[in-house]
């Protein structure tokens, strides 16, 4: 699939919600870059980033959790798996992925981001972006990563930098891009054996 990029988000967001809008932007401009999107493959953000990749030609995959409720398959997946944990369906959405987004959502949103700062922060993954979307949804939670955890010293001095935000999908995937040519040696142009090269 190339190089994927994994946006995380609430499933209970419909198509009129503005967080919908701003998921299916960043699909979008994800997969015009050259990025495959993964997300969990479920409703709400999760399908308005495939949407977003599907609906200009892009890759899209979905990770699918098994659920009593809330959790359905989107139809904007072009590959699909589903998992019966969410241990194992973590581990699919980091593995393949050169950066992490994260739009409003709930636990399962935290879960997964934290999991992945917790990654970059004890290189497990290597410096990987962590972009979180909506400047306002997440101000109380890096007010209280700068405001608490730096200042009680249960994260080092610049941990609370892992997390950048942003409320524009211009520069969420300009961050992603960047990182991915600086550090894993993607570039422009046409691809030699074995390289990825991103698209425009």
């Given amino acids: 699939m190339g190089p994927c990029v994994t946006v995380f988000g609430s499933a209970r967001f419909k198509a009129d ?21 993964m997300t969990g493959g479920g409703p709400g953000i999760m399908e308005a980033a495939n949407r977003g990749a599907k ?10 959790i098994e659920l009593p409720h809330e959790q359905r398959a989107n139809p904007y997946v072009d590959h699909f798996v589903t998992f019966r944990h969410f241990y194992v369906r973590k581990v699919m959405l980091v593995k393949y992925s050169y950066a992490f987004i994260a739009l409003p959502g709930g636990f399962g949103t935290l879960d997964e981001m934290f999991e992945i700062a917790t990654l970059v922060q004890t290189g497990k993954v290597q410096e990987f972006p962590i972009v979180l979307m909506g400047r306002e949804y997440w101000r109380p939670l890096t007010d209280f990563v700068r405001n608490r955890l730096l200042v009680e010293g249960t994260i080092d001095p610049g941990d609370e930098q ?8 211009e520069e969420a995937v300009d961050l992603v891009a ?20 991103l698209g425009e």
Avoid: K
Wanted: aromatic content about 12%.
């Fill in 162 to 169: 892992r997390l950048q935000v942003t409320d524009s999908p």
């Fill in 17 to 37: 919600h503005p967080y919908y809008e701003l998921g299916r932007e960043v699909g979008a401009r994800l997969a015009r870059r050259g990025f495959a999107v």
């Fill in 55 to 64: 609906e200009v030609g892009g890759r899209s995959i979905g990770c699918n």
């Fill in 178 to 197: 960047g990182a991915a040519m600086r550090r894993f040696g993607l570039g422009y142009g046409p691809p030699p054996r074995r390289r990825w090269y």
